[in-house]
């Protein structure tokens, strides 16, 4: 048997109705949507983590290669166990409350911090393998668990086109139309969006991927020819470094040596006790929002690769789960925040990927950016979130599995739906439709119909909001 042979049988792509042509694809799809984080992360956490006798960017340089080892062990323990073509890596959101709320407004030391994240992993770890994540998640009410997706559509909808600048701020009615004709990445956007489109229209394969490559090139060969000026359509600063310093010197000169990061999480472990309260509460906040991010993120892909059954339930779902618990844990013991499945996935699931070797393609993708990563930072933010923008549309189908014409339905439904992009939060979208179901129900007069699971985790909501305002107004105090 050939290696391709063996691949095939391993990851069964004949059960799945897939090639080693198709996987690849997707899996680059997805690197190609999610590889921002390895630049962004290492910005955000950078801005927590200072570590005396190195400089700022020897620290981001640590923290990049922090990520993507992270990103990567995750990856390829969804590849391999879960056999699942999702991505994992650092989660947004929640590296920014770990650098900008837990460590520089309540004073949290950031060693501390990482081994909050690292708790939060371990427990994760447990409550995965005993089962109880998946019982958690399939108490989820219905409605909700089929408004995930759209939910998810509209928020990758506004997520991209807000990067597009075709969606910008307005002191009067939040959000409004970005001007194509003043604003050269709104311009350059819609050309490459429009590109994209015309060609998953017409069922080009790899069209995400061509869109954000050319789209990228664009703006790069636009800069080059000094039609718009070094950084408006490359990311800040990159254009002059290639410039000044050359690619392969910028490749060449990477900070490989993250162990001060290790020794500042071993560190972070003896000093847990110094104030135990606010500990507990930041691995809560962690785990919370962690556990239903991630919950929402694996329903909302799932759906649109056709992998739930008929209840709207993840086969399996423990074991994708296990994937990002170990991410976390060992992120955290390398130096970043919490690792999570990122809704990127869904780029990769929308061009075919239905394995974990698409998941296995975005691994090695990112153990290759080890070796790339200014490569990898070149490519501007807006040319890969022109991916988002069509795979929203895409995903906006699962409004037609909810029954509209039943009010627990349709408000449980439409709360997860606007709730999400509104908020910009997978998880207060879950909580508004897991909230408001067994109220609408009881007041329907079909309480019996709501499970005691169903009305806890209601509870829960209510009591993680309680304590999530009651942090956030000692942070204002400070």
């Not at 509104?422 to 309480?447: F, H, Q």
């Not at 909001?465 to 956030?472: E, G, H, L, T």
């Amino acid at each position: 048997m050939g290696a391709i042979e063996t691949l095939a049988a391993f990851f069964g792509f004949d059960e799945h109705d897939t090639d080693l042509e198709t996987e690849s694809i997707a899996g680059l799809t997805t690197f190609l949507a999610m590889s921002y984080i390895i630049v962004v992360n290492p910005a955000i956490l950078g801005e927590a983590i200072a570590l005396e006798g190195y400089s700022s960017g020897e620290v981001t340089q640590m923290i990049t290669v922090a990520t993507i080892l992270s990103s990567a062990v995750a990856i390829f323990v969804m590849a391999f166990w879960a056999n699942r073509p999702f991505g994992l890596a650092p989660g947004m959101g929640l590296n920014a409350f770990f650098a900008y709320t837990v460590v520089l407004s309540l004073g949290v030391p950031w060693q501390v911090a990482l081994a909050a994240v690292f708790v939060e992993g371990i427990v994760f770890i447990v409550l995965t393998a005993i089962g109880a994540r998946r019982y958690i998640i399939e108490l989820f009410p219905e409605p909700v668990k089929f408004a995930v997706g759209a939910g998810i559509g509209v928020y990758l909808l506004f997520l991209g086109l807000q990067e597009m600048q075709i969606v910008v701020a307005d002191p009067d009615t939040l959000v409004t139309m970005g001007n194509v004709a003043t604003s050269a990445v709104a311009a350059l956007s819609v050309v490459g969006l429009a590109l994209m489109l015309i060609l998953h229209a017409r069922g080009i394969r790899g069209s995400i991927v061509i869109g954000i490559l050319a789209t990228a090139v664009a703006g790069w060969l636009l800069t080059a020819l000094d039609v718009v000026s070094p950084g408006t359509l490359t990311p800040p600063g990159s254009y002059e470094q290639v410039a000044n310093e050359g690619l392969v010197s910028l490749i060449a000169n990477v900070q490989y040596d993250f162990t001060p990061l290790v020794a500042g999480f071993v560190d972070g472990l003896g000093m847990i006790t110094d104030d135990p309260l606010v500990f507990v509460l930041v691995v809560f906040t962690f785990f919370f929002v962690d556990f239903f991010d991630t919950a929402g993120t694996l329903i909302g892909v799932s759906q649109i690769g056709g992998f739930l059954d008929e209840n709207g339930d993840l086969p399996e779902i423990e074991k994708p789960l296990m994937a990002d618990a170990i991410g976390t844990t060992v992120g955290a013991m390398i130096g970043t925040s919490t690792v999570t499945t990122y809704i990127e996935s869904s780029t990769g699931v929308e061009e075919g990927g239905r394995t974990g070797f698409t998941a296995l393609v975005v691994g090695l993708l990112f153990l290759l950016s080890l070796l790339l990563v200014p490569l990898i930072s070149a490519i501007p933010q807006y040319a890969s979130y022109l991916a988002l923008v069509v795979v929203g549309i895409i995903m906006l189908q699962g409004v037609t599995d909810i029954d509209w014409q039943h009010p627990a339905w349709a408000i449980s439904g439409g709360l997860t739906i606007t709730v999400m992009p509104m908020t910009t939060s997978i998880s207060n979208g879950l909580a508004a439709g897991i909230m408001s179901y067994p109220l609408v129900k009881a007041s329907m007069g079909e309480a019996d119909d709501v499970s005691l699971g169903q009305w806890a985790l209601a509870v829960a909501f209510i009591l993680y909001f309680a304590v999530f305002f009651a942090v956030d107004a000692e942070m204002l105090s400070f």
